[in-house]
């Protein structure tokens, strides 16, 4: 029960071996549903994004191996899309008009005052320079333009549930220890909670920094605000590595069902459902 993944990436974009490769570590470890979601297009270069011209053949790799395997497992063809206002959203028409599955919505990106794109998903000593350089230094400032561009991807739709919300804490704790638990900090987050709760949207439980940093996306110190605002949660690996393709995935499903999570959302015959957590 339980064992399913919805946020996986592969060589298409920056996972580290071939699709198939996922979905072979996804059997092994007894899954029931497996949804690939590399890093989508955009609309300039960065290292971590599958190219536009890649996509038909993605799809139809995801198409292959969800023949291939479907005695074993159900294949899901997803995409997880940045969010950048302007630039790039879930909601575009070429986004929706693809034969995906699901959607998963992402900010990794944010505007800086003088225009400048930055990557807030980065290196603890990156993040900083980041800070320094073009925020002044202002942490506040920083946080509070991340949940902002969450707050205007939430609105725009187009998406199944929102990725790795809250992951810009991660390099935040490591700029300020203790930031996440400040009074403007919870503000900026319970907002956004609220919001999502609002429009009735999904909400992923990221587990890919269990293993190395012990901590999810959001972390546990905010699931009561999660769980009180009744959002449906989604547990997901995010997974690059074959071998990670369910790290933390237990280890977050026990303690969301002891801080009073009864059910997650899981993606089956096409449908998402609450499934009880077992």
């Given amino acids: 029960m339980n064992r399913t993944n919805y946020h996986s990436h592969c060589d298409f974009c920056d996972g580290k071996a071939p699709m198939e490769e996922y979905i072979k570590a ?3 470890a007894g899954f029931s549903a497996y949804g690939v979601s590399s890093h989508a297009p955009l609309p300039f270069v960065m290292n971590y994004t599958m190219r536009r011209e890649d996509v038909p053949a993605y799809l ?6 969800r023949d291939l395997y479907r005695e074993h497992l159900e294949v899901y063809a997803g995409m997880e899309i940045d969010y950048l206002k ?3 959203s879930p909601a575009d028409a070429y986004f929706q008009e693809l034969p995906l599955d699901y959607r998963i919505g992402s ?12 990557d807030t998903d980065t290196s603890g000593e990156k993040f ?3 800070l320094r350089h073009h925020f002044k230094g ?3 400032y920083m946080v509070g333009a991340y949940f902002r561009a969450m ?6 739709g187009g998406f199944d549930f929102v990725g790795h919300a809250d992951k ?3 390099n935040a704790e490591r700029c300020e220890a203790g930031v996440g638990g400040k009074a403007w900090y919870r503000k900026l987050r319970n907002d956004f909670f609220d919001f999502v709760s609002a429009k009735g949207i999904a909400l992923e439980i990221n587990t890919k920094g269990w293993d190395k940093y012990h901590c999810f996306f959001p972390d546990e110190h905010c699931w009561k605000d999660i769980l009180e605002r009744g959002i449906s949660l989604v547990v997901n690996s995010d997974v690059h590595v074959p071998a990670l393709v369910n790290a933390g995935r237990e280890e977050a499903l026990g303690r969301l069902k002891e801080a009073g999570c009864r059910t997650v959302r899981e993606l089956h015959g096409g449908v998402w459902q609450e499934v009880p957590i077992g």
């Fill in 138 to 140: 202002d942490l506040r």
């Fill in 151 to 156: 707050m205007d991807m939430v609105d725009a």
């Fill in 168 to 170: 810009i804490c991660l």
């Fill in 86 to 88: 302007g630039q790039i």
């Fill in 107 to 118: 900010v990794h990106l944010l505007y800086t005052d003088d225009g400048s794109i930055i």
């Fill in 60 to 65: 139809e790799e995801v198409k292959r191996l």
């Fill in 128 to 130: 900083a320079f980041l």
């Fill in 26 to 28: 996804a059997i092994g």
